[in-house]
């Protein structure tokens, strides 16, 4: 069902054939919210492509314009500047003057606090946008119906949505998103309200939904293992901007930024200076000399970096598989029980890094160990170190 | 969509603003038409129209007031206004505070005395109040009085009259400042809701002592909104026509609304010199609103957040019986005794404070409520205009708040059309629609209509105020998703925001149409015996001295607004509930 896996990053334009493929297409969309504190820029220059029944994430920091990017796709905001197609249907564009309304594009949404209409059944709140496509009474109840029992409600059609829990009410919310067959919903962080456990099964049952149906999906989270679970594409965003866009293996494993690298995952970040570049680049950190590859713009030797690299790819010499180039030697500070894993801390007081390894026991601290992580695993960024 | 030519059209903010002209839907023209003709044609016209057609009277009339005839009345009457709206507003502003801060931050919270607090100048219409006390203290015949000079009769005083006279200054102040406290009471009380009450803590974790605390914490604190409620008080104290018209004339007081009205219904009428004292009073009013502008800096909210603090109380010990004790005494004061006053004055064949059993009769509501053409007449008109007027004002208003949303500049400035006419006097609107709607083009002198118009403007703020609240409370999500759900802006106004805000337009109706029902100022200025409204009847029948009709008059609109009241209560409660659950 995932048949694009092209992305761009802000700032470039997207040509040809592409377009007509698009579900969405933002072109260079930029927004500034004027307040009396003064002006800020919640979206600049913002391009993004979302397939015909892809699953794209929009994922960042709080007040990153997520909600910004995703209202101006809804119409709900009007952005300053850039394009929005919806279906290949300009439904924004600054330079035309074209702005239609929400309830004339086509595509559905859910919302954070679920917008159930507390006066209406769970039934006719499924049923009201099939009224509104004029669809009579008793055909819009009946695909209401048929929407809620595909969300497993179907025991709950004349409760109204006060007597409902959060799980239930955003089902219904999400059957009020698909009743209508858009084949585009719009989501806001619907699952932050709800509790782990819900959380997990709403979230299996919404892929299962999307693979069923097939519309493509605009979601909005700041949860990167929501993000990392649903997502075909991920869009991490930095603020007002989209930093990098890719399969959820490529940002995880391939961040291109130190930003993206912190921010998805945890990340081990050691300061350091080039020393060589070659095949792999070579840094001397505070903990030892470290190799790998550039993660963004190569820089050249003697340039600042900063070396990342993740817990979970580490390893103590004391295993078997332990053959990366890469050693850090070091004391151990703690460990922390994790339930399914176990957090080593090592390093100096000045100076730590963090090892994850499921399985074994905690280490006694004060132990002297050697750290060792694969070259391939190791991503060096140009930047600052404050030295 | 791609038929639109690339070129012809630039981005620039000309051709934006044409967009989205071009996109604002025919309903959101509608409504900012109703709101143009509302601030336009009910309050610019008038009073343009008036005076421009009075330019040579105004200049006239300016010179018989500062050097003519009257020169030698205007300095009293403006003298006794002064007198009367700061005494009156000194005291309720104390007694109002008072309550407020009792309630919100002592242990003597004051439960459903508190709820009724605001609404006391509700429950009981200021006029019928007014005439409830006079003829409880009227120095001879009040039966409040007789009651007293029975308890003291043992002493063997002797007393005629009094002890009490209402037909003083000191009269009209008090009863003026009784019917102003709701007002200062709701603003205060607004404010030390949003107060945060860990700022007094940290003064009373300090050492400061409650008093301490309360002088040099909470009251600082609290001056924009003391501002506020002063300048209120004093606004309304202007304007206000229902007391002094009613026990001026017995105290020979006269302040600037009544004499106003005096010198237009007076034969010949002196439109200059009216037209010239109402300016005044506009122009002193709105120049109080510029000083409390200036004089509230931006900033000194800072210690005001957020919402839903809940703080320790100050302790009053034993003292807090007596502040409730003071809440209820405040109710007795507006609302029992002068029901009760007028109720026995009513099933009376004539006023008599020596209340005889065997003579009380139910004539004067029959002849009230049936016979007589006039109080039936005026019942029938002000119960239709009030219906009319909360109908127009609450479907205009609960429109512009649900379909505006909640922020935004459209809002703000139809929040600023709607609030304007609070600004204005009751007795300069009448004055202009007087003058403006006597002569062509719009002859309605003398008709419903002009009291209709009148009424819409003068009901328009409470409305506004009513509609914001009712409609803020919905989150805005809930219209949202109405729109994403395909909806046409009415259909979501229709079918999602109405309903889900009824309960708080209901209650913004009911409000309006009291408001409308016991209104008085516009009512004598533009009321007659074409067009008879209940205000203007009361006043008519206390001057000619049909004291039990009046009496019964006054009751039947008491217990109309009261049972509204009432209902209004109740509706809010269940909407509160349906919210909560
Ligand atoms: N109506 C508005 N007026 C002024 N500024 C706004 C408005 N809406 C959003 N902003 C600002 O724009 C920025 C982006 O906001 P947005 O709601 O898109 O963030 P977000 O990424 O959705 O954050 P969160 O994860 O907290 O929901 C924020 O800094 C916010 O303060
Ligand atoms: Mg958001």
Known sequence: MIETRRFTVSGQGETGPARAEARVSIRNLSKTYRTRRGAHVALDNVSLDIGASEFVVLLGPSGCGKTTLLRCVAGLEEPDAGEILINGQLVFSSEKGISVPPEKRPFNMVFQSYALWPHMTVQDNVAYPLRNAGRAVRAARESAGEALRLVGLGDYLAAYPGQLSGGQQQRVALARAIVSGDGLILFDEPLSNLDAKVRERLRLELLGLQSRIGFAAIYVTHDQVEALALADRIAVMDVGRIEQVGTSDEIYDAPRSRYVSDFVGSANELPGRIVSVGETVVVDTPMGRMEGGFGGEPVAVGADAWVMFRPEHCQFDFEPGCDGENRLDGEVLRSLYLGASMQHVVGSEDRQIVVTRTGGGPLEPGTDVTVCCPVGRVRIFPGDTGR | ?581
Do not use: C
Request: aromatic share 8%; glycine share 8%.
């Open chain 2, 1 to 581: 969509m791609s038929a639109i030519d690339h070129g012809a059209v630039s981005g620039t903010s000309l051709s934006r603003l044409r967009a989205r002209l071009q996109r604002t839907s025919p309903f959101t023209l509608l409504l900012w038409g109703v709101l143009l003709f509302i601030s336009v044609g009910l309050i610019l016209y008038p009073l343009v129209t008036a005076l421009v057609y009075e330019a040579g009277n105004v200049a006239e009339g300016f010179m018989s007031l500062t050097t003519g005839e009257l020169s030698r009345r205007v300095p009293e009457v403006i003298l006794n206004t002064v007198i009367v709206v700061a005494g009156a507003t000194a005291l309720a502003v104390v007694i109002g505070s008072a309550l407020a801060w009792a309630n919100e931050r002592s242990d003597a919270s004051l439960g459903f005395v508190g709820q009724l607090l605001p609404l006391a100048a509700l429950i009981v219409p200021p006029i019928a109040g007014v005439i409830g006390w006079a003829v409880l203290l009227d120095p001879r015949v009040g039966l409040l009085n007789y009651f007293l000079r029975w308890l003291v009769s043992p002493l063997g005083l002797g007393l005629r009259e009094g002890p009490f006279n209402i037909y003083t200054m000191t009269g009209l102040i008090v009863t003026t400042g009784l019917y102003t406290v709701p007002y200062v009471y709701l603003v205060m009380s607004a404010a030390l809701q949003r107060l945060d009450p860990s700022v007094e803590e940290a003064s009373r974790v300090n050492g400061a002592s409650p008093l301490r605390t309360m002088l040099r914490v909470t009251f600082p604190a609290i001056k924009p909104a003391l501002a506020a409620s002063i300048l209120l008080g004093a606004i309304s104290g202007i304007s206000l026509f229902s007391v002094p018209a009613v026990l001026g004339a017995g105290a020979r007081v006269d302040v600037i609304s009544v004499y106003i009205y005096r010198l237009l219904s007076d034969y010949p009428a002196q439109t200059g010199p009216a037209l010239v004292l109402a300016l005044g009073m506009l122009i002193v009013v709105q120049m109080m609103l510029i000083g409390q502008h200036l004089l509230v800096k931006k900033g000194q909210n800072a210690a005001i957040s957020g919402r839903g603090f809940r703080g320790t109380k100050v302790r009053l010990g034993g003292f807090r019986h007596v502040v409730r004790g003071l809440a209820v005494f405040y109710l007795v004061l507006t609302a029992v005794l002068p029901i009760l006053g007028l109720l026995l004055v009513s099933l009376q064949p004539f006023w008599t404070p020596a209340i005889n059993v065997a003579t009380l009769t139910l004539d004067n509501f029959r002849f009230v409520l049936f016979e007589n053409n006039q109080t039936v007449e005026a019942l029938r008109n002000s119960m239709g205009l009030g219906v009319a007027v909360a109908t127009f004002n609450m479907l205009v208003t609960g429109a512009i708040a649900l379909h505006l949303g909640k922020h935004g500049a459209a809002r703000r400035f139809a929040d600023s059309l709607t609030g304007l006419p609070a600004t204005i006097p009751h007795t300069v609107i009448g004055v202009a629609f007087i003058l403006a709607f006597s002569r062509e083009p719009l002859r309605i002198y003398g008709t419903t209509a002009i009291l209709l118009l009148a009424y819409v403007v003068m009901t328009i703020t409470y409305a506004a105020r009513a509609a914001a609240s009712a409609a803020d409370s919905i989150s805005a999500e809930l219209g949202e998703a109405s729109r994403v759900s395909k909806a046409s802006d009415f259909r979501t106004l229709w079918r999602i925001l109405l309903p889900l805000a009824l309960p708080g337009l209901v209650a913004g109706w009911i409000m309006v149409f009291v408001h409308t029902v016991g209104e008085v100022t516009a009512s004598a200025f533009l009321s007659g015996t074409h067009n008879p409204v209940i205000g203007r009847v009361l006043l008519d029948f206390w001057n000619f001295g049909n004291f039990p009709q009046v009496a019964a008059m006054a009751l039947v609109i008491t217990l109309i607004s009261s049972t509204l009241v009432g209902l209004m209560l109740f509706v809010t409660r269940r909407a509160h509930k349906v919210t909560v659950s």
